[in-house]
Nanobody, 115 residues
């Protein structure tokens, strides 16, 4: 079955960096676009960034120039490099994939940006 496991979250000061990982299994990873979403307290879940099977990327306006998504098909892992973090980036971050007409989510990893 499809499984997504995020890691790498934590507490970081404003201006700092974190790299999130999402290890995938149960499907042909290299064939599918992968997404990172986030959900802040009291807010709806929002799309942060996506990467196609071919490596093309798109970013939300709030993270452009600060976040970078990448994928390692040999490791079936998608990454999110987050730089210049701001308090408003505080959220639970989820990876996501749409496989065989169904959406799958990881369990999420908490990112807290605070001094």
């Amino acid at each position: 079955q499809v499984q997504l496991v995020e890691s790498g979250g934590g507490l970081v000061q404003p201006g700092g960096s974190l790299r999130l990982s999402c290890a995938a299994s149960g499907f042909t990873f290299s064939s599918y676009p992968m997404n990172w979403y986030r959900q802040a307290p009291g807010k709806e879940r929002e799309l942060v960034t996506s990467i196609s099977s071919g490596g093309s990327t798109v970013y939300g306006d709030s993270v452009k120039g600060r976040f970078t998504i990448s994928r390692d098909n040999a490791k079936s892992t998608v990454y999110l490099q987050m730089n210049s973090l701001k308090p408003e980036d505080t959220a639970v971050y989820y990876c996501n994939v749409f496989v065989n007409k169904r959406v799958y989510w990881g369990q999420g990893t908490q990112v807290t940006v605070s001094s």
